[in-house]
């Protein structure tokens, strides 16, 4: 699985799909952007203390490695949604979105539920629709969450740059949820700066969190 590769200081390229955008009218619809190559390129100066010590290589990295995952749209105002398998999906970039899995007619799903900061009656909508839409034993998480604004700022330090990191969510095929940073660090290419597991959101705490309004 690909969260162990998500480790601060470890580069990539990559060019993060487009949002999706369209009407926001709440609906749920299926993810449509292609996943893009996301490659392991090198290390950079400031590196997470268990990589100090080892070759990346034990961890399965290799130079010029392709990360398998699937690709999950941001659709603003609407749920988009992918079903997971044979590889984790990935979606991004987070602000206050809740990521859900779900499991319908033997699929299970991953799911971006698309709110747009500072458009409350779009956030309305598209949580409301969508937690009247999930199915029983639905669970999720809000990657953003994970992550202090000063945990943030210790990361730009770090890294010494003046980008500001962005959120990405990771949904494993064991239906585990992980919560990633990536740093832009010139055309296409990003340092990683550090994951998160974090503990699912149960179907009633996740159906209180949807119908709660900003």
Known sequence: MIEK???LGVRYRWTKPQSVDGPRDGKMVDSIRPTTP???????????????????????????????????????????????????????????CIIARWTDRSVTYVG?????ESSPDVNRLVKRNFSFAMPRGATGFIPASAWGFQELN?????LKTIKVPQICALVTTRGEFYSFVMVEDGVNEWYCGGAKRVQPISHDHLKLSLLHVD
Request: proline share 6%; net charge positive; aromatic share 8%.
């Open 112 to 116: 971006h539920v698309g709110t747009v």
């Open 5 to 7: 590769y998500f480790k």
């Open 154 to 158: 210790q990361i730009m330090q770090k």
């Open 38 to 96: 996301l490659s392991y390129i090198g290390l950079g100066e400031v590196v997470e203390p268990s990589l100090m010590t080892t070759h990346v290589s034990t961890i399965g990295l290799q130079k010029g490695m392709s990360i398998q995952h699937q690709w999950l749209d941001y659709t603003p105002g609407r749920t988009s949604r992918v079903p997971i398998g044979p590889h984790d999906v990935i979606t991004g970039f987070m602000s206050g």
